[in-house]
């Protein structure tokens, strides 16, 4: 335990994804089975205990620290995990009792009456060193948080048994914790772990950008095109009566949405893109990021925000794996199985008629309705193959919106970039002041970052900790996918993914867009 | 023994605490006309003082501070010696905080107080040990005074700094360190762990490496900073003031692992607000164990607390039957209590 419980200072401290990575295959690596498995578990979150309660656990702590002494502490700390950890009076006789496991604390939590849970948490307690206790009360209150995701955990897996990271995915949801097998696997010791009819995730196919003058090179007829929609990628799988959502990168959000599960027959599985629908018609995305935000839905979400599947490939049916298949093919096989029967939740993403590339960019400016990004290009005669192969499918996206906003606050980065100021707080003008609009740390070179920086140190205003007022004197040309009203910002509207696009060291600062600009850009 | 008797020849002015019949006063905040320094950190050693009476440590560094204005005529009192001022007898004794670093001891007409200045606890290679002296007044600090300060092992922190650095053998790890003292304890730290390379020094830290050497600690080696390529840092360790992290001369390291030695860094929020990627727990002051374990072992019939959290450790004092006081209310009228 005090190993995991290292590994997991290190994980909270260290803001580098590389670095995250080096700290769990070193883990991994050097960690005994089951003990690896079930740290794991604990970090791609299938590790789920009937939850110790916050008032447990300061009964507990109370018990043994004065009221006051605590309080001020807790003040003083924050965090009540962690107050418990450091303020845990270690027993005398520490040495005689024995570090507990992370395979036996799991084991033991699994098997213990909820009402019991405090005498053992107070033995391991005891047993443990600060950082151990930190993570114990971490993993039993369910707020074990250290930057991880499932998907970083398993590319570390991927580091560790040199194989491609989509070799994991394939097998991942078929497998349980400890996951010996798939170690053993991994250590070179046993062949590839055997899921049979598991509901598992078939790893996407992804497209490449692409521009139009390079379009030129291809041949349409060879083709198909369809809208690139503004959802979240998902995979949906039936199979052996099990169903799962998965998303792009493999993660089961299928619980959020029952109602896309329930309408899903038996043995398919389908690409597609998941949507928030009224009418046929696109919710904007804000809606799809109401029901992505809990972790469960409840029955009035379920009826204000519809989720829906617009389906685009058909990976496997009736335990037919279709993926072998060139696309049209695949595609016949789709629309025959979606006519066959009633799918309520989901439809089909319609192929587009084209037949030369000016004709299909005319679609693609003319749509300017919600929910569409642009344009994907699939090459029909290509098998569904995982990864981002180069050549058969292609995203041609809209153009993005652009506005030229003026620098108001930086914020120095993390990790390489903690003494560059890298952050940067824009806003557009409003009545003769500035209202910060967006916030963008990349889309600038090394060189320009620089520049950045020292142009920052050079007209600093005001400091707040890490953050530096500037005045107002630096435009920045900011691209941005789409706007949308929001209540949280000050601005009422938020950008999504915007980016400095280009420093205008030129244009005088009072010939910045204004929000009215911004505004008429909501979607 | 009353503790009003002590209160009627030691008293806080706003200059800091002052002993009447020997005319000093101790770690005053300005300059003074005659002042008994308990070590050279700047919260206690401050320049332009008439006299001086400190360890011979505590002035070298006060010398090496301050030059011209350490002080009119500094007198220095070896551990253990004894000196009389006024009637007052006064012996430095060691304190285990940084090198020089004393426990000021006052005798007067039958009564025993005892200043601790800055002090812990756990073995420091750099200075001798804190000696405890039973007392009738115990004046002590209490910059960790909160139970949540429990300092763990020294050799576990290095040990971390070490995996760490064989971990990230591309990159070069910076800790930050104070100048005087966590400085030279780090280095003392990792060579008896067994580190035997040359750690790379910012500018600042130089003079007082330099002067820790002449003082007769050994610190290994030490190569500057400056000068040295990217490359030649990587899988290096390098110390630095904590500020230097975050200022461009950071940007001269190979994608720098931003360490801090501080006993702040038990506290994660603390750590990871100031941008440290590998915080080590590394103190120089007692820990809250070895505040309240010290107190049992003098023994004083009361406690004056100072110099960081008193209400936390005058609650535990008095919760243990001891009577204890914060330092800045004695001498102000407490006859109700
Ligand atoms: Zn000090
Ligand atoms: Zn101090």
Same mark, same amino acid.
């Given at each position: 335990?005090?190993?995991?419980?290292?590994?997991?200072?290190?994980?909270?401290?260290?803001?580098?994804?590389?670095?995250?990575?080096?700290?769990?295959?070193?883990?991994?690596?050097?960690?005994?089975?089951?003990?690896?498995?079930?740290?794991?578990?604990?970090?791609?979150?299938?590790?789920?205990?009937?939850?110790?309660?916050?008032?447990?656990? @300061?009964?507990?702590?109370?018990?043994?620290?004065?009221?006051?002494?605590?309080?001020?502490?807790?003040?003083?700390?924050?965090?009540?995990?962690?107050?418990?950890?450091?303020?845990?009076?270690?027993?005398?006789?520490?040495?005689? &009792?024995?570090?507990?496991?992370?395979?036996?604390?799991?084991?033991?939590?699994?098997?213990?009456?909820?009402?019991?849970?405090?005498?053992?948490?107070?033995?391991? &307690?005891?047993?443990?060193?600060?950082?151990?206790?930190?993570?114990?009360?971490?993993?039993?209150?369910?707020?074990?948080?250290?930057?991880?995701?499932?998907?970083?955990?398993?590319?570390?897996?991927?580091?560790?048994?040199?194989?491609?990271?989509?070799?994991?995915?394939?097998?991942?949801?078929?497998?349980?914790?400890?996951?010996?097998?798939?170690?053993?696997?991994?250590?070179?010791?046993?062949?590839?772990?055997?899921?049979?009819?598991?509901?598992?995730?078939?790893?996407?196919? &992804?497209?490449?950008?692409?521009?139009?003058?390079?379009?030129?090179?291809?041949?349409?007829?060879?083709?198909?095109?369809?809208?690139?929609?503004?959802?979240?990628?998902?995979?949906?799988?039936?199979?052996?009566?099990?169903?799962?959502?998965?998303? !792009?990168?493999?993660?089961?959000?299928? @619980?959020?949405?029952?109602?896309?599960?329930?309408?899903?027959?038996?043995?398919?599985?389908?690409?597609?893109?998941?949507?928030?629908?009224?009418?046929?018609?696109?919710?904007?995305?804000?809606?799809?990021?109401?029901?992505?935000?809990?972790?469960?839905?409840?029955?009035?979400?379920?009826?204000?925000?519809?989720?829906?599947?617009?389906?685009?490939?058909?990976?496997?049916?009736?335990?037919?794996?279709? !993926?072998?298949?060139?696309?049209?093919?695949? !595609?016949?096989?789709?629309?025959?199985?979606?006519?066959?029967?009633?799918?309520?939740?989901?439809?089909?993403?319609?192929?587009?008629?084209?037949?030369?590339?000016?004709?299909?960019?005319?679609?693609?400016?003319?749509? @300017?309705?919600?929910?569409?990004?642009?344009?994907?290009?699939?090459?029909?005669?290509?098998?569904?193959?995982?990864?981002?192969?180069?050549?058969?499918?292609?995203?041609?996206?809209?153009?993005?919106?652009?506005?030229?906003?003026?620098?108001?606050?930086?914020?120095?980065?993390?990790?390489?970039?903690?003494?560059?100021?890298?952050?940067?707080?824009?806003?557009?003008?409003?009545?003769?002041?500035?209202?910060?609009?967006?916030?963008?740390?990349?889309?600038?070179?090394?060189?320009?970052?620089?520049? &950045?920086?020292?142009?920052?140190?050079?007209?600093?205003?005001?400091?707040?900790?890490?953050?530096?007022?500037?005045?107002?004197?630096?435009?920045?040309?900011?691209?941005?996918?789409?706007?949308?009203?929001?209540?949280?910002?000050?601005?009422?509207?938020?950008?999504?993914?915007?980016?400095?696009? @280009?420093? !205008?060291?030129?244009?005088?600062?009072?010939?910045?867009?204004?929000?009215?600009?911004?505004?008429?850009?909501?979607? | 023994?009353?503790?009003?008797?002590?209160?009627?020849?030691?008293?806080?002015?706003?200059?800091?605490? $002052?002993?009447?019949?020997?005319?000093?006063?101790?770690?005053?905040?300005?300059?003074?006309?005659?002042?008994?320094?308990?070590?050279?950190?700047?919260?206690?050693?401050?320049?332009?003082?008439?006299?001086?009476?400190? =360890?011979?440590?505590?002035?070298?560094?006060?010398?090496?501070?301050?030059?011209?204005?350490?002080?009119?005529?500094?007198?220095?009192?070896?551990?253990?010696?004894?000196?009389?001022?006024?009637?007052?007898?006064?012996?430095?004794?060691?304190?285990?905080?940084?090198?020089?670093? /004393?426990?000021?001891?006052?005798?007067?007409?039958?009564?025993?107080?005892?200043?601790?200045?800055?002090?812990?606890?756990?073995?420091?290679?750099?200075?001798?040990? $804190?000696?405890?002296?039973?007392?009738?007044? $115990?004046?002590?600090?209490?910059?960790?005074?909160?139970?949540? $300060?429990?300092?763990?092992?020294?050799?576990?922190?290095?040990?971390?700094?070490? #995996?760490?650095?064989?971990?990230?053998?591309?990159?070069?790890?910076?800790?930050?360190?104070?100048?005087?003292?966590?400085?030279?304890?780090?280095?003392?730290?990792?060579?008896?762990?067994?580190?035997?390379?040359?750690?790379?020094? #910012?500018? /600042?830290?130089?003079?007082?490496?330099?002067?820790?050497?002449?003082?007769?600690?050994?610190?290994?080696?030490?190569?500057?900073?400056?000068?040295?390529?990217?490359?030649?840092?990587?899988?290096?360790?390098?110390?630095?003031?904590?500020? /230097?992290? =975050?200022?461009?001369?950071?940007?001269?390291?190979?994608?720098?692992?931003? /360490?801090?030695?501080?006993?702040?860094?038990?506290?994660?929020?603390?750590?990871?607000?100031?941008?440290?990627?590998?915080?080590?727990?590394?103190?120089?002051?007692?820990?809250?164990?070895?505040?309240?374990? =010290?107190?049992?072992?003098?023994?004083?019939?009361?406690?004056?607390?100072?110099?960081?959290?008193?209400?936390?450790?005058?609650?535990?004092?008095?919760?243990?039957?001891?009577?204890?006081?914060?330092?800045?209310?004695?001498?102000?009228?407490?006859?109700?209590?």
């Amino acid at each position: 335990m005090n190993r995991f419980a290292a590994l997991l200072d290190g994980l909270v401290f260290t803001p580098s994804r590389n670095g995250k990575l080096r700290l769990m295959t070193d883990y991994f690596a050097t960690t005994p089975d089951p003990e690896r498995g079930w740290a794991l578990a604990a970090l791609t979150g299938d590790l789920n205990f009937r939850e110790a309660k916050a008032g447990q656990i @300061r009964e507990l702590v109370l018990a043994r620290v004065d009221p006051e002494l605590f309080g001020w502490s807790y003040d003083f700390v924050g965090d009540l995990a962690e107050t418990v950890s450091l303020i845990w009076p270690t027993p005398e006789k520490v040495d005689v &009792l024995p570090t507990p496991g992370l395979a036996e604390i799991v084991e033991k939590l699994r098997s213990t009456r909820r009402g019991d849970v405090g005498v053992l948490m107070a033995g391991w &307690l005891d047993a443990l060193d600060a950082s151990g206790r930190w993570a114990l009360l971490k993993l039993v209150t369910g707020g074990l948080r250290v930057g991880v995701s499932a998907r970083l955990a398993k590319t570390a897996l991927a580091e560790l048994g040199k194989v491609d990271l989509d070799r994991i995915e394939e097998v991942w949801h078929g497998l349980e914790a400890p996951y010996e097998a798939l170690f053993a696997w991994l250590d070179g010791r046993a062949p590839k772990p055997e899921v049979g009819d598991r509901p598992t995730f078939s790893p996407l196919m &992804l497209a490449n950008p692409i521009e139009a003058e390079e379009l030129v090179a291809l041949d349409p007829a060879a083709y198909f095109a369809e809208w690139k929609w503004d959802g979240i990628r998902v995979q949906l799988v039936s199979r052996g009566a099990e169903k799962r959502l998965y998303s !792009r990168t493999g993660d089961d959000v299928g @619980r959020a949405f029952p109602d896309i599960l329930e309408s899903v027959p038996d043995g398919v599985v389908l690409d597609g893109e998941l949507l928030v629908l009224r009418e046929g018609e696109v919710a904007p995305f804000n809606d799809l990021q109401q029901r992505l935000n809990r972790k469960l839905a409840s029955a009035k979400m379920l009826s204000d925000f519809p989720a829906w599947v617009r389906l685009y490939d058909m990976l496997e049916a009736e335990g037919e794996d279709l !993926r072998p298949l060139p696309l049209s093919e695949r !595609r016949v096989r789709l629309e025959n199985w979606y006519r066959a029967g009633t799918r309520p939740r989901l439809d089909l993403s319609p192929l587009i008629a084209f037949s030369s590339w000016e004709e299909l960019g005319e679609l693609r400016d003319g749509a @300017r309705e919600r929910g569409i990004e642009g344009l994907m290009l699939k090459r029909k005669d290509w098998a569904y193959v995982s990864g981002r192969p180069k050549g058969p499918w292609f995203k041609w996206k809209r153009g993005a919106l652009t506005l030229d906003t003026v620098l108001m606050y930086a914020q120095r980065g993390h990790g390489k970039r903690s003494s560059f100021y890298s952050d940067y707080t824009f806003g557009v003008w409003r009545d003769g002041e500035l209202v910060p609009v967006g916030k963008a740390y990349f889309g600038f070179t090394d060189e320009e970052l620089l520049l &950045l920086d020292k142009w920052v140190r050079n007209n600093t205003t005001n400091r707040y900790g890490p953050v530096r007022e500037v005045s107002p004197g630096l435009v920045l040309e900011v691209a941005f996918d789409s706007v949308h009203r929001s209540t949280r910002h000050k601005s009422g509207v938020a950008m999504r993914f915007p980016r400095i696009h @280009r420093i !205008r060291w030129d244009k005088p600062h009072p010939e910045a867009d204004t929000l009215e600009t911004l505004s008429k850009l909501v979607t | 023994m009353d503790p009003k008797k002590a209160e009627s020849w030691l008293r806080v002015t706003s200059k800091g605490l $002052f002993c009447e019949p020997g005319d000093f006063f101790i770690d005053p905040t300005s300059g003074s006309s005659r002042a008994v320094i308990t070590h050279g950190h700047g919260d206690h050693a401050r320049p332009n003082h008439h006299a001086v009476l400190a =360890t011979p440590g505590t002035l070298a560094i006060m010398r090496s501070r301050f030059g011209e204005n350490a002080g009119r005529s500094l007198q220095a009192l070896p551990y253990g010696e004894t000196i009389r001022l006024g009637g007052v007898s006064v012996t430095l004794v060691p304190a285990g905080h940084i090198l020089g670093s /004393a426990q000021v001891v006052m005798e007067y007409q039958g009564c025993r107080v005892v200043v601790s200045g800055d002090y812990k606890r756990r073995p420091d290679a750099t200075c001798p040990p $804190f000696e405890p002296q039973p007392c009738d007044i $115990f004046v002590t600090e209490a910059t960790f005074a909160l139970p949540v $300060f429990r300092h763990p092992e020294d050799t576990a922190e290095i040990d971390k700094l070490l #995996h760490s650095v064989r971990l990230f053998p591309e990159r070069s790890h910076v800790v930050g360190v104070y100048a005087l003292g966590k400085c030279q304890r780090v280095l003392s730290l990792l060579r008896r762990q067994g580190y035997e390379e040359p750690v790379y020094i #910012h500018g /600042a830290l130089e003079a007082l490496c330099d002067l820790y050497e002449k003082e007769g600690v050994a610190l290994g080696p030490l190569k500057p900073v400056l000068g040295v390529s990217k490359e030649a840092l990587k899988g290096k360790i390098v110390l630095a003031p904590p500020s /230097a992290n =975050t200022d461009r001369w950071s940007r001269r390291l190979p994608e720098p692992v931003v /360490a801090m030695a501080s006993g702040w860094m038990r506290v994660r929020q603390r750590a990871k607000q100031g941008g440290v990627e590998l915080p080590l727990v590394i103190s120089d002051h007692a820990d809250w164990d070895e505040l309240t374990q =010290t107190i049992d072992e003098v023994k004083p019939s009361e406690i004056w607390v100072t110099h960081g959290r008193e209400e936390a450790l005058i609650r535990h004092a008095t919760l243990k039957g001891y009577k204890a006081r914060a330092l800045s209310l004695i001498g102000f009228d407490e006859e109700g209590q």
